[in-house]
């Protein structure tokens, strides 16, 4: 079983977080024209890589980091457009999104370890 420290949990969130909230800055940027808004969406991204960087570096596989940040980051994303945006979530839109995070996820249980 993995074990991680609270700090290392703490960075792990914060890399989620950060990807989220660049994502979520992307529209209010206009195409990197809106200065404010271009260095709230890049600095989410750079505290996101700085954070999987030092996660990594302290031992955590990237093939554990990636494929949860892939089932956590979409769906953070999504609740960001329906709520914040006013972007539609059709059911079929969302079961298919929690469709292929669980199959993110199994394929990360399942796949070959070495």
Known sequence: MLKISLGGGLMFLLAIAGQII?????????????????????????????CMAR???SGI?????VP???CSVPLGILAVAFFYYGEPASISKVALL?????LIGVASVLGPRT
């Open 22 to 50: 660049g994502a979520s800055f992307l529209p209010a940027t206009k195409g990197f024209t809106h200065p404010t808004y271009t260095f709230a969406c890049v600095g989410g991204f750079v505290v996101a890589l700085f």
């Open 98 to 102: 929690v469709t292929a995070v669980g």
């Open 68 to 70: 949860v940040m892939t």
């Open 55 to 57: 996660l990594i570096a």
């Open 61 to 65: 596989d990237l093939s554990m980091v």
